[in-house]
């Protein structure tokens, strides 16, 4: 990917620039997620790791009584350039699949740049997401989900962290675990290249991001993984980098492993969450393929 110059990063990755009313759709996001999780069934808060936002909540498909059920699991990854927003403001996401037979669980993650005790970058929130997906794969039967079901779908810099699961050596995180954990994601908005963003400036000072952990984070620069299937999306109303993004990692991993990438008109970097929770967009219908595929 070319990389261009500070100020016209800033113009293509500031998304709350691009979106001027962006806090329009996080305040209903939030309200909304707050009413989800008063109403619908679900177990909120379980830890998978020991840190403070090393937590999880699980949405069982309704009507699932019981760990024999079967159903397919998503898990889904929020946004926020890996220094903001919480698996809180997203609980709207699930009833839309719960309803249609779907187990779903959404992960809190440290956030950048951490604490001078604990500082925090992206291949470490790239790691504590392999370990919420392991807890996934180990628990996820006691709520009525299937662990060889497994797909996970993200926005932004979910996007990027359901690229990178699917491109995970799950033996290197333990022994046991099988190598296709993860059977299929879908990048919504997802960064798969970060090299730009050591240079783009509203992002630097939280990211701290250095060559060594931009190439390594990079799922586009990572072998293809085998056997395994990503979709990639953007909205065609986002800037071009976006669309780029998508593309970039259709062409790194190949048609086999990509094929589906999608640019998705009349939708931004907010309005898309929105498609993907309409069971009649094309958004929608993509989570379901890769869930009941």
Known sequence: ??????????????NRTLVPDYAEFLARWATESERVRTTEPCTLNVPYGN????????????GVGNAQSG???????HGGYWRSLDKGGHSFIAPSFTRAGVCVVMPNYPLCPGTPERPVAIPDIALCVAHALEWTWRHVAEYGGDPSRITVAGHSAGGHLAAMSLACEWTAVAADLPSNLVRNALSISGVHDLRPLQHTPFLMDALRLT??????ASPALLPAPRARMLYAVAGADESEAFASQARLIQDAWGEATVPVCDILPGLHHFSVLDALVDPRHALHQYALRLLKG
């Open 71 to 77: 159903a397919p699991v998503l898990v889904f990854i």
């Open 211 to 216: 060559a060594a952990d931009a190439r390594r």
């Open 51 to 62: 840190g403070s936002r090393e937590t999880l909540d699980i949405f069982p498909a309704s």
């Open 1 to 14: 990917m070319t990389l261009q110059d500070p100020a016209s990063l800033d113009r293509v990755y500031n």
